[in-house]
């Protein structure tokens, strides 16, 4: 009889691909993937504690869990991620939800099948939260789900403490992956038929820092040099750590993808060294200056956050005007999210919220107001696509070209996983709309 498993993912694209390899072992072990966690005999919580959202979701769906499980006794419920790895949170979460049989922190990832065969043997809940800073471990199998898109971890936590970030407390100091693993990776992800790579890391631009192993450019060169059509990317990059050598790789390899996520985070310099960034606002510019230099078609998206302690008006219009100055593709917008166990958490000036609300509201209406006025631009130009699916409410398929613009085609064909032309003939917002065309 087939027994069957269900992963419920929150937070960032690197916990996805961690998703897919808590697949991979329950895969290896013989369980199924289904669609329900009714359905499943093992329920696996891949959290994030990056935003308080994101942890509150899991604590409610965790907790509609209770019913579920009293009715399926011998279904497994684990736990594992950023919120087990805080300190005095693996506790709370096994003193609210007892009927929560397995917690493991982001160190243990890979020993979920020990911890799950440590749970048969045995009543209690089994929780392992490895306190050291981690490390890495080759030869796992990932299950993976986002065919003709793979994701390739090239380091693991980080070493910037900015001070709104839990990430390094709760993945450690960065460790680096040798590059002959990782261009291993690449090469068989390639010859299975996979056609755009993403490169993983809380700050790639430091990959190998310190170490005889390649730089990060020569290691996107190294991967660029393998043979086949594919798109190479990355993230997310450090500006502090962005290069000049990185900008002039990306130009003189037309398989790594004009498209760069450089996050900023604040417009001013006071907020910056608040934030612990190690760059000012005119250090950012002149590194989009370098890289507009060597690549000025670049498709550039960024991260901000407003209502950061201390924020005053002048600190947000100044974000506003470097907002308007570099001209975003697009950009991911945050309210400041206090973190406990972060340095900023202890600050003094929280901003009240309405003040938050009316500052991420005009700064949403600037960035999306750039974001369309780029996308304009495409109308009547034909472009490159890679499909990456089929979206069954609009009926069409839909792919990325390389700056990240996605376009929606119809096609009595099954497209995904191929490169295709379309001809653009309207656009809302980041979308673009067209059809398949032999231009």
């Known amino acids: 009889m087939s027994k069957y498993f269900h992963i419920t ?7 996805v691909h961690e998703s897919e390899k808590i697949a991979g072992i329950l895969s290896r072990m013989g369980y199924k993937a289904c669609d329900n966690i009714e359905d499943s005999d093992i329920a696996v919580f891949n959290t994030c504690c990056i935003r308080e959202n994101a942890e509150n979701h899991a604590f409610g769906n965790i907790g509609m869990l209770k019913k579920l499980k009293a009715n399926k006794r011998d279904m497994l419920i684990a736990v594992g991620g950023c919120l087990t790895q805080q300190i005095g949170k693996a506790d709370t979460l096994h003193d609210k939800y007892p009927y929560v049989d397995i917690i493991f922190g982001t160190h243990n990832l890979n020993e979920l099948e020990e911890l799950i065969n440590k749970k048969r043997r045995q009543k209690k809940a ?3 939260i490895e306190d050291s ?41 960065e460790r680096s992956r040798r590059s002959e693993d990782i261009i291993k990776e690449a090469e068989e992800l390639i010859a299975q038929g996979y056609k755009e790579l993403t490169l993983l890391g809380q700050n790639v631009n430091s990959y190998a820092n310190g170490t005889d192993d390649l730089s990060f450019p020569e290691l996107l060169k190294k991967i660029a040099d393998i043979e086949g059509k594919f798109r190479l990317r990355f993230m997310t990059s450090h500006p502090k750590d962005f290069s ?10 037309p398989k790594i993808c004009r498209a760069v996520h450089l996050p900023v985070q604040s417009g001013s310099d006071s907020v910056l060294k608040a934030m612990n960034r190690k760059y000012t606002a ?6 989009i200056e370098i890289l507009k230099k060597y690549v000025p078609d670049c498709a550039v998206t960024t991260d901000l956050i407003v209502g950061f302690p201390n924020e005053s008006e002048e600190d947000f219009k100044a974000t506003l005007s470097l907002v308007k100055q570099v001209g975003f593709a697009s950009a991911f917008t945050f309210v400041y999210s206090k973190r406990e166990g972060t340095v900023a ?12 609300k ?19 631009h495409y109308v009547g130009k034909t472009i490159e696509i890679l499909c990456e699916d089929y979206d069954e409410k609009r009926g069409k398929y839909l792919g990325r070209d390389e700056y990240g613009r996605m376009a929606y085609f119809s096609s009595g ?23 398949l065309t032999e231009e």
């Open 9 to 15: 993912t929150y937070g960032c694209q690197m916990n």
């Open 126 to 128: 089994v929780i392992e």
């Open 133 to 173: 800073e981690g490390g890495i471990c080759e030869g796992e199998k990932p299950l993976r789900t986002s065919y003709p898109n793979a994701w390739i971890n090239i380091t693991y936590g980080c070493n910037n403490f900015c001070s709104y970030c839990i990430v390094p407390y709760v993945r450690g100091r």
């Open 244 to 253: 000049e050598e990185l900008a002039r790789v990306i130009a003189e390899n």
């Open 282 to 287: 005119a250090d950012y510019i002149k590194k």
């Open 345 to 356: 958490a202890k600050m003094d000036g929280q901003i009240p919220e309405e003040v938050s």
């Open 358 to 376: 009316r500052r991420i509201m005009e700064l949403i209406k600037l960035v999306n107001a750039q974001t369309r006025e780029q996308t304009s």
């Open 413 to 435: 064909e099954n497209k995904k996983g191929e490169f295709v032309r379309v001809k653009v003939g309207s656009a809302n917002g980041m979308s673009l709309y067209g059809e």
